[in-house]
């Protein structure tokens, strides 16, 4: 059983947005940084984004800067991930993981739990 869950993928039109949300009945995440991550079928994955335990520090790559936006919401015990103008190369599966640490220009430091994904597709 994963430790966390994502949501919101699916398919969308180049230019389009998506909401992603990570959350978890097992641990709380206000305790965690939680970072975001995507891979392509055979590909390396990367990090695209990450949050500090208490929100306060945040990190982005830069392939996603000004696009994406990572948030949490303590009542709900989730992360969420609201991405904008979409594009063709955003196509991936989409995972969030907790860890220690969310450093600038570092990202996620201290992975522990991961989700099982959610799928994101972007084309007309």
């Known amino acids: 059983q994963s430790q966390l869950v994502e949501s919101g993928g699916g398919l969308v039109q180049p230019g389009g947005s998506l909401r992603l949300s990570c959350t978890s009945s097992l641990i709380s995440l206000d305790s965690y940084a939680v970072g975001w991550f995507r891979q392509v079928p055979g590909k390396e994955g990367e990090e695209i984004s990450c949050i500090s335990p208490r929100g306060s520090a945040t990190n982005y790559v830069d392939s996603v800067k000004g696009r994406v936006t990572i948030s949490k919401d303590y009542t709900k015990n989730s992360v969420y991930l609201q991405m904008d103008g979409l594009k063709p190369e955003d196509t991936a599966i989409y995972f969030c993981?907790?860890?220690?640490?969310?450093?600038?220009?570092?990202?996620?430091?201290?992975?522990?739990?991961w989700g099982n994904g959610t799928p994101v597709t972007v084309s007309s």
């Open positions: 993981a907790s860890g220690i640490l969310c450093l600038l220009n570092r990202g996620l430091r201290g992975t522990e739990h």
